[in-house]
C-alpha cells in the first residue's frame, strides 16, 4: 500500500486565543495537511505560562478551519479514560467534519500536571503495561455502537456511541512510540506510527529512526501485518532550536528543509512533522516550504 506524502506542523497552545487560531489557520492557508497539538495540564517546561486543554481548544479550531486535517500529537493516557478519550474523539470528527487523527502515547512522567491535579503519575513500565489495552478499548468504542469490554486495568459496560463517526470505520489511530514495546504495540495496533528522536545531531537522528524503522517493520511481519500498511509520521525535533532563541535548523532556507526532508522520505516516513516557526523571521521560509517544496516533493514521491 503506498500512501501519499504528507506534512504535518505542531502548533503548540502556548499564546494568546487570537494568536493560536492565527496559527491554525496560517497551516491551513500555507498548503499543509495536519495540524496538530500537544496535552498537557499546563506547558510543562514553564507551567506559568499559557496553555489551552486538549479537547476544547482542538475542537474550536476544527470549527474554525475547513481543510487541514486535525490531531493530537498526542493525548497522554494518564489524564483520561479510554472511555472518554473515544467519546472526545467522535465529537472531534463529527466537529471537524470528518478531519480528525486520534493520536496517543504513554506521556511523560515529568511532566508537573499529575501532581497539580491530583493524578497518579504511573510509573513508565505502568503506562506501557496500560497502554494496550486502553487503545483497544478506543478502537472498540469507536468502531462499535456499542461495547463491553473487561480488561486488566479498565472495564466499560454496554458503552453507546451516537451518533456513529463521519471517518468509517472510525477516525485514524496514531500512536507514538520510541522504545521497542511500543514500538511493537504501534505495529499490532496502530494506523500511523509516530516517533521523533531528540539525539544531538541530525545524522544521529536518522541512524536512530532507521533503527525504529526496521524494528516496527519485524513486528509488523511477526503480527501477520504487511508493513506497507503501517504509516509512519516522524516530528523533526531540533536540539539547538532552545538555545538558538527558537530557530529551527530546518527554517533556515527551503533548499535545506527539503536536504533535510528528502533524508527523512528515505528512511520510508509517510508525513513529515514540524514545529510551527516560533521566529516571525522565519515564517516566511515555512511559507515558501508550503508553497513550493511541499508540492514539489510531493509530485516527486508520488
Excluded at 192 to 206: D, G, K, R, V, Y
Amino acid at each position: 500500500m503506498a500512501f501519499p506524502l504528507r506534512f504535518l506542523v505542531l502548533a503548540l497552545p502556548n499564546t494568546n486565543w487570537t494568536e493560536l487560531v492565527r496559527r491554525y489557520q496560517h497551516v491551513e492557508s500555507a498548503g499543509y495537511d495536519i495540524a496538530a497539538t500537544a496535552d498537557h495540564f499546563v506547558d510543562w517546561t514553564n507551567p506559568p505560562a499559557p496553555w489551552f486543554e486538549l479537547w476544547t481548544h482542538t475542537a474550536a479550531l476544527a470549527a474554525l478551519t475547513s481543510r487541514v486535517r486535525i490531531a493530537t500529537l498526542v493525548a497522554q493516557i494518564p489524564l483520561r479514560s479510554p472511555a472518554m478519550f473515544a467519546r472526545s474523539a467522535l465529537a472531534l470528527d463529527h466537529i471537524s467534519g470528518g478531519r480528525f487523527e486520534a493520536g496517543l502515547g504513554i506521556g511523560l512522567p515529568i511532566d508537573p500536571s499529575y501532581a497539580m491535579i491530583g493524578l497518579d503519575n504511573w510509573t513508565p513500565k505502568e503506562r506501557v503495561d496500560r497502554f494496550s489495552e486502553y487503545v483497544e478499548i478506543v478502537d472498540r468504542m469507536l468502531s462499535n455502537e456499542v461495547t463491553s469490554y473487561a480488561g486488566e486495568y479498565d472495564r466499560i459496560e454496554n458503552a453507546y456511541m451516537n451518533p456513529r463517526p463521519v471517518q468509517q470505520p472510525r477516525p485514524p489511530l496514531l500512536i507514538a512510540a520510541m522504545g521497542k514495546r511500543m514500538l511493537r504495540i504501534a505495529a499490532r495496533q496502530a494506523d500511523i506510527w509516530n516517533s521523533l528522536s531528540f539525539a544531538p545531531e541530525f545524522e544521529q537522528q536518522l541512524a536512530e529512526t532507521a533503527e525504529r524503522v526496521a524494528i516496527v517493520d519485524r513486528a509488523c511481519e511477526r503480527a501477520g501485518r504487511d508493513p506497507a500498511t503501517l504509516r509512519r509520521s516522524y516530528l523533526m525535533f531540533d536540539p539547538k532550536a532552545r538555545a538558538s532563541g527558537g530557530a529551527f535548523a530546518y527554517y533556515e532556507s527551503p533548499e535545506r528543509f527539503r536536504e533535510m526532508a528528502e533524508r527523512v522520505i528515505a528512511l520510508g516516513v509517510t508525513d513529515i512533522g514540524l514545529y510551527y516557526p516560533a521566529l516571525p523571521e522565519q515564517h516566511e521560509v515555512f511559507d515558501r516550504i508550503g508553497r513550493e517544496i511541499i508540492p514539489e516533493l510531493k509530485a516527486r514521491h508520488g
